[in-house]
């Protein structure tokens, strides 16, 4: 059973940074696809950013496009999403999935984090 973590949320000003980790606990962490979502009070789950196993390929929703960046570093099992210029709307818990098929930014991942709380106020 695959297990994901998420770590460096935060409160944080708007126009201020900060980059999420999602560690996994496997020994064969590159063939998984690593996807990004998150969820605000109210509001239905979304995706983020996701990325491929191999190139490897990155996607992100217009929301987000030219502030994050996602990237994996496959000797330390982690993916990171830097998150820059960040707005109050990207208030959210932020969770991140992983799963064998590439299922880009489609709510159906087999595996889930259990979330990290980003808050961007002044």
């Known amino acids: 059973q695959l297990q994901l973590v998420e770590s460096g949320g935060g409160l944080v000003q708007p126009g201020g940074s900060l980059r999420l980790s999602c560690a996994a606990s496997?020994?064969?962490?590159?063939?998984?696809?690593i996807a990004w979502f998150r969820q605000a009070p109210g509001k239905e789950r979304e995706g983020v950013s996701c990325?491929?196993?191999?190139?490897?390929?990155?996607n992100y929703a217009d929301s987000v496009k030219g502030r994050f960046t996602i990237s994996r570093d496959n000797n330390k099992n982690t993916v990171y999403l830097q998150m820059n210029n960040l707005k109050p709307e990207d208030t959210a818990v932020y969770y991140c999935?992983?799963?064998?098929?590439?299922?880009?930014?489609?709510?159906?991942?087999?595996?889930w984090g259990q979330g990290t709380q980003v808050t961007v106020s002044s």
């Open positions: 990325i491929s196993t191999i190139g490897p390929r990155t």
């Open positions: 999935a992983a799963d064998r098929v590439d299922k880009l930014l489609y709510v159906m991942y087999d595996y």
């Open positions: 496997t020994d064969i962490f590159d063939v998984y696809y």
